[in-house]
């Protein structure tokens, strides 16, 4: 083979029309992950992109809209608990699960405002 794959460009979830708002509440001033432009051609489509890391994630509309409860990304997070507790303090709903502690992985998950499936976790 000639080709090797280099990584993950972005991940894209799927929200409903008009997510932006909900969207940039979430993801940029909850999760404090940076909002990126949208390349021109694309911003009639609507949605919105944030810088993860570095990775992006793209939160793109779908007219006919389901959320994501078993498929989801896995963020990779240095000081999960200072997430979790930072998450909870602002309210937010955390599912702790401990399935993969024996690997040293410490893990939670929670629902985007759109009930897609996160997943953050840590390699302790």
Known sequence: ????????DHVQLAAPEGCEVEARDFFGSLLGWQELPKPEPLRAR?????QCGTHQVHIGVEKNFTPA???HPAFLVHDLQALREHLIQLGAHV???NARSEENIRRF?????FGNRLEFMEWL
């Open 95 to 97: 599912i702790d699960d």
């Open 1 to 8: 083979m000639t080709f090797t794959f280099a990584g993950i």
């Open 109 to 113: 998950y929670m629902n985007d405002p």
């Open 46 to 50: 609507g949605g919105v992109w944030f």
């Open 69 to 71: 409860a078993k498929a």
